[in-house]
């Protein structure tokens, strides 16, 4: 089983930026994927971006260029930064990863971008 813990959500001016953590805990060696999910005031969840055990990443359309998803196998983590800080990206920032093809989630960490 796999535990997903994010970090790193706050309030944040717009136009800065801002760095999530997921820490992935329990059996680790089988995720195949890690990610991140957003969710909106009154909006379903979004993608964001997800990154593969061998390093390929995927973006949301929504997320080119502002948002940067890495991560550290070693430790067992993955990050978001997030730069330019808009206030439509005010969401719940949900961390995800897929381990033996099931879905698991964290329970997220609240990003607030204030104008």
């Known amino acids: 089983q796999v535990h997903l813990v994010e970090s790193g959500g706050g309030v944040v001016q717009a136009g800065g930026s801002l760095r999530l953590s997921c820490a992935a805990s329990g059996s680790t060696f089988s995720i195949s994927t890690m990610g991140w999910y957003r969710q909106a005031p009154g909006k379903e969840r979004e993608l964001v971006a997800l990154?593969?055990?061998?390093?390929?990443?995927k973006y949301a359309d929504s997320a080119t260029g502002r948002f940067t998803i890495s991560g550290d196998n070693a430790k067992n983590m993955v990050y978001l930064q997030i730069h330019v800080l808009k206030p439509e990206d005010t969401a719940v920032y949900y961390c995800?990863?897929?381990?033996?093809?099931?879905?698991?989630w964290g329970l997220g960490t609240l990003v607030t971008v204030s104008s």
């Open positions: 990154i593969s055990s061998g390093g390929g990443t």
């Open positions: 995800y990863a897929v381990n033996y093809a099931r879905e698991v």
